[in-house]
């Protein structure tokens, strides 16, 4: 398992369904429900914390927020920059378990020796973009949330990413890869995390275990005669790697050669030394 290289970022401890993280200056706690054991870990630091999330019975939940907590704040991956803020269902702006691929797109955008230019799908606040961009390649951002798009505009711009080197999209992602088919349009690489469960903005109904792989199929064409690689990262439990593995082997090496990994991403615990399991991730490679 590949481990992301964060100073911003800690994942303190782990205990009764939450996490206890550090943000930059800021301990945050909030609910993971995978999270079934007890920590020993010393209860001063679970004490005073800035922020925490309560979930609610009814569904959702709200945030205490205990210290002076601004409206959002600033964090640091290598080169990349970052706004990060407490927002509704539990979440901050960016997933930092997945600094790991924003390494490993990196080190597959240099070993192409080109100027790529990449699909990043279900982009929400652009981690993936933004590490493309710096390697020189060139992306199309796709998310569906216009607030998402505008929110992944500030990153690039406090990440000193040229104006020219993204193109933003706001749009359902399946309705703008018809669209892109149509147009005749390729890329040398596709990126996606699509979510378990979403609704469009004409009620369709989006579920992974039912979508995903004609999705998966759909996309294909969108790829260039020389393409470099294929990402496909979930979070939905149930959703092995294997199964992913099994999907882009179908769609893509049978198609077009290459060679399909796989593994669980996840975040080494400060406390006890231990990884806490945090997605899946498949990768198709053309060598």
């Known amino acids: ?3 992301a290289q964060w100073q911003d970022y800690e994942l303190l401890d782990t205990s009764e369904g939450n996490r206890l993280e550090r943000w930059g200056n800021k301990i945050l706690i909030r609910p993971d429900p995978q999270i079934i054991w007890k920590s020993d870990f010393a209860k001063e630091t679970w004490n005073n914390p800035d922020g925490i999330y309560h979930r609610s019975n009814k569904g959702g939940g709200n945030w205490q927020i ?3 907590i601004k409206d959002k704040w600033r964090l640091s991956y290598k080169d990349l920059n970052f706004y990060v803020k407490t927002m ?3 979440h901050t702006g960016i997933f930092p378990e997945q600094a790991v691929n924003w390494d490993l797109i990196r080190d597959m955008i ?5 100027r790529l ?3 990043n799908l279900f982009a929400y606040t652009g981690g993936a973009t933004l590490a493309c961009t710096k390697v020189g390649a060139k992306v199309c951002h796709v998310d569906s949330s216009k607030g998402m798009v505008s929110w992944a505009k500030e990153n690039a711009f406090i990440s000193n990413i040229a104006d020219d080197a993204i193109r933003w999209i706001v749009d359902d992602c399946i309705k703008f890869v018809k669209k892109e088919i149509r147009r005749e349009k390729k890329y040398d690489a596709i990126i996606m995390d699509p979510p378990s469960y979403g609704r469009g903005s004409n009620g369709e ?3 992974i275990e039912k979508d995903l792989y004609l999705f998966l199929d759909l996309c294909e064409k969108l790829l260039s005669e020389n393409p470099a690689f294929f ?3 979930s979070y939905t439990t149930g959703l092995s790697p294997y199964t992913m593995h099994y999907m882009l082997s179908k769609v893509l090496k049978k198609k077009r050669g290459g060679k399909v990994s796989c593994s669980e991403i996840g975040i080494p615990v ?3 030394g231990l990884i806490l399991p945090s997605g899946s991730t498949a990768i198709w490679e053309s060598t």
């Open 110 to 114: 240099l070993k192409s020796g080109r």
């Open 66 to 68: 205990i210290t002076d």
């Open 1 to 3: 398992m590949r481990f």
């Open 117 to 119: 230019n990449i699909l």
């Open 205 to 207: 109904i989006w579920k």
């Open 270 to 272: 400060k406390s006890t």
């Open 231 to 233: 990402i496909l990262n």
């Open 88 to 90: 509704g269902f539990k």
